[in-house]
């Protein structure tokens, strides 16, 4: 039996999704939370890596209980997993899934939110949660810029070093930037991310908002494929994965 | 000289706004920063005590340099303070007022606001940020109670013990009670309050949504100025000092 299961969980405490050899990850959570309900190791597949900091909205990942395994109804698995979890991961929906679905290699589009703090003063409120830039960014002029991402493009321009991916297109189907109060809403969804994809598109954004990036180079920086003429990486903790679909 | 400034603070890690012998307190904080950046002792009032882990979106406080400490133009104070500060307290206005004013005793009216993470599932960005209540509450009910508050009263019901206070009438001028998604806010405004007095109002109100308390009795309740007969004492992480008016 497969069972597809959403989760939110803030970040900030956790190395990633991915178990890594040095500190805690939401993987490792789960591992160990679903290991200790159902007395015995289960297989755990998340939708996709997420970079140490990074938070999530709606996390997709599924389980694979043993035939041998207690039969716990798969409505009552948030429930039972939470009780084991740490405060900052909530699982928060369950249903079973065909042996075919594949919690990664099934996923459509997935959609990610970049929260930024532009109020002069920090708000503490968003500690750990949202990039602070003090001074003003137009939300309309980054809106615009943002457009230029839509369409199916070779991204490396917009990828770190360190990826072993092959692939490099990926086809961006919507983007948005919008305000609310003193934070700015980067939304972008994809068939797909590369390493830090939206980390660098909101790095650029903020650059054409403040005039260092002029909104007619970013069609010339993503056929460039040149990281270089890109922008810089926003921190990983205003980055949130809103959703997922299948 | 006397300058007015407010600050937004996650009270989270501290035992509130009064210093006190064991915890770290707002004012301390406060205290210190000002003292650093002055090269002196300086003499901080708050505009009311808040308890331990309550927030503040806005909470209005005094400094008054002596005359011959370095002049230090209003305007910059905040970006000053907050440089010394931890990033959980956030200085963001000042300005002078004249030596008669008084942070607390100038006070017309204050506004709380009470969080309620009303989900079925813990959300983890709301942990110490907001009161988990699983069951549904109905948001129309307490709004309708929550009006009962209003006017002049003697509201000894809604006092925790350990106050020290002779006069327990306050005037309650506004209630609101709604719903952001799974949030529900609880908002009142008055020329003062009790010790406890939001927190117990909030338990109240939630207590009359699941049927434990009729929404006739509230009136009932103060009137008897037994806090026996009111509802349970919400914890203080869901509150927030929303603004003062001087």
Redesign the interface.
């Known amino acids: 039996m497969k069972i597809l299961l959403k989760a ?3 970040g900030k405490n956790y190395c990633g999704w991915q178990v890594q050899k040095n500190g805690s990850s939401i993987q490792g959570q789960i591992n160990k939370a679903a290991a200790e309900i159902y007395n015995t190791e289960i297989k755990v597949t998340g939708c996709s890596r997420t970079d140490s900091g990074v ?1 999530a909205l709606e996390y997709c990942f599924t389980i694979e209980p043993p035939e041998n395994a207690p039969k716990i109804p798969f409505e009552n698995l ?2 039972a997993l ?1 009780i084991k979890l740490n ?6 929906e369950a249903k079973e899934v065909p042996d075919s679905f594949h919690a990664r290699y099934s996923v459509k589009s997935k959609t990610y939110e970049y929260l930024i703090d532009n ?7 968003m ?1 750990n ?1 949202a990039w602070h830039l003090k001074k003003h960014l137009d939300e309309n002029i980054m809106e615009a810029a943002a457009k230029e991402f839509m369409g199916k493009y070779d991204f490396s321009a917009f990828m770190a070093s360190g990826s072993d991916v092959s692939d490099t297109v990926r086809t961006v189907t919507n983007t948005e930037v919008l305000r609310k109060g003193d934070t700015v809403i980067f939304r972008v969804s994809a068939d797909g991310f590369l390493y830090n994809m939206v980390r660098i598109m909101t790095g650029t954004l903020t650059e054409v908002s403040y005039g260092k990036i002029s909104p007619e180079k970013i069609k010339e920086i993503i056929l460039s494929g040149d990281r270089k003429k890109a922008g810089l990486t926003a921190p990983a903790y205003g980055l949130y994965l809103k959703n997922v679909l299948y």
Chains 1, 2 share one sequence.
């Open positions: 939110r969980f803030d938070h948030p429930s939470n405060d900052d991961i909530s699982v928060f109020g002069f003063y920090k708000n503490p409120f500690l949660r």
